[in-house]
């Protein structure tokens, strides 16, 4: 999978296929804390109503900063990913803020 193709699934992550999934799966085996795409992977495995749904679904919360967006993410009908970033630079703004 290279650049392009990833974007692609970002903005339109109802677009994946069987086989960007299994490109997804070879991008987490170089780079497994790389969160977009353990989400994304998530995603495609929801839509393909995939056996390994489950396990990933646990892989994904371990590697998952704040659980309460993972939460969000996997109950939303429609995947907003604007409403989802917004979420994530709101708790890193309080995050700071802390500090």
Do not use: C, W
């Not at 799966?25 to 489950?54: G, M, T, V």
């Not at 704040?66 to 996997?74: N, Q």
Request: net charge positive; proline share 2%.
């Amino acid at each position: 999978m290279n650049l392009i193709e990833f974007t692609k699934i970002i903005s339109d992550p109802s677009s994946i296929s069987k086989g960007q999934t299994r490109g997804l799966d070879k991008i987490l085996e170089e780079y497994p804390f790389f969160q977009a795409a353990h989400f994304l992977r998530l995603y495609a495995l929801k839509k393909q109503r995939s056996f390994r749904y489950n396990d990933a679904l646990k892989k994904t919360a371990a590697y998952t900063t704040d659980r309460g967006v993972l939460f969000d993410y996997i109950t939303s009908e429609v995947f907003n990913q604007n409403a989802i970033s917004k979420n994530i630079k709101q708790n890193t703004e309080y995050l700071k803020a802390m500090e």
